[in-house]
């Protein structure tokens, strides 16, 4: 099984940019489609970006389209999430997911079976 470790997590102020990072090991990331995903205190785990085994679909949560670019490198073993016009409500724990098949439905956390500890994102206003 893949075993995913997320870094790039930091304090910036509104406007700044972060880049996200989930490492992968254990197995080639060519066979799961990846999400990411963020937990604010008090609220509920939400849906941010995935991108699919082909890397064709990236589909991404309204508040971030735009402002938030999935990607991953295969040769790297890596996922990242570029985040560029930081909000203080995009303040959370970012999580990074995977399965070994797209997702039916990308926004519902059930559908990925291994997941990252998480880093923290913070944005001061």
């Known amino acids: 099984q893949v075993q995913l470790v997320e870094s790039g997590g930091g304090l910036v102020q509104t406007g700044g940019s972060l880049r996200l990072s989930c490492a992968a090991s254990?197995?080639?990331?060519?066979?799961?489609?990846m999400g990411w995903f963020r937990q604010a205190p008090g609220k509920e785990r939400e849906f941010v970006a995935g991108i699919s085994l082909s890397s064709i679909s990236t589909p991404y949560a309204d508040s971030v389209k735009g402002r938030f670019t999935i990607s991953r490198d295969n040769a790297k073993n890596t996922v990242y999430l570029q985040m560029n016009s930081l909000k203080p409500e995009d303040t959370a724990v970012y999580y990074c997911?995977?399965?070994?098949?797209?997702?039916?439905?990308?926004?519902?956390?059930?559908?990925?079976?291994?997941w990252g500890q998480g880093t923290q994102v913070t944005v001061s206003s």
């Open positions: 254990g197995r080639s990331i060519r066979m799961y489609a």
């Open positions: 997911a995977a399965n070994t098949r797209n997702p039916v439905e990308w926004g519902r956390s059930t559908e990925y079976a291994y």
